[in-house]
């Protein structure tokens, strides 16, 4: 069975933080890039960041950038996503993908990449 499964979403004031969680079972993400990307409802789901397949590099959207981190535990199989300063426009489902560039090895932010998408996690940002 491959699987992506976030977690560590949750409620937190403006200004707070949280770790999102991604962990792959079935297959290894050292042979992917693994983006994040959110979903508001009546929106797109819009692309935060992404780490490639190497882990050598990294994408932030705008407005992420400076804030969110992403990072990758190899051994652990798993893709993280550290939000600080958070917004109560940070407020969206947040789901990982394992994401396959059309061309070359980088780190595409696009949901037509996605070879598997996890089910989501809701982070709320409010008073």
């Known amino acids: 069975q491959l699987q992506l499964v976030e977690s560590g979403g949750g409620s937190v004031q403006p200004g707070g933080s949280l770790r999102l969680s991604c962990a792959a079972s079935?297959?290894?993400?050292?042979?992917?890039?693994t983006g994040w990307f959110r979903q508001v409802p009546g929106r797109e789901r819009e692309g935060v960041s992404c780490i490639t397949s190497s882990g050598k590099g990294t994408i932030y959207a705008d407005g992420m950038r400076g804030r969110f981190t992403i990072s990758r535990d190899s051994g652990e199989n798993t893709v993280y996503l550290q939000m600080n300063r958070l917004k109560v426009e940070d407020t969206a489902v947040y789901y990982c993908a394992a994401l396959r560039p059309r061309y070359g090895n980088g780190c595409p932010l696009e949901t037509e990449s996605a070879a598997y998408w996890g089910q989501g996690t809701q982070v709320t940002v409010s008073l």
């Open positions: 079935g297959f290894t993400l050292d042979n992917y890039a």
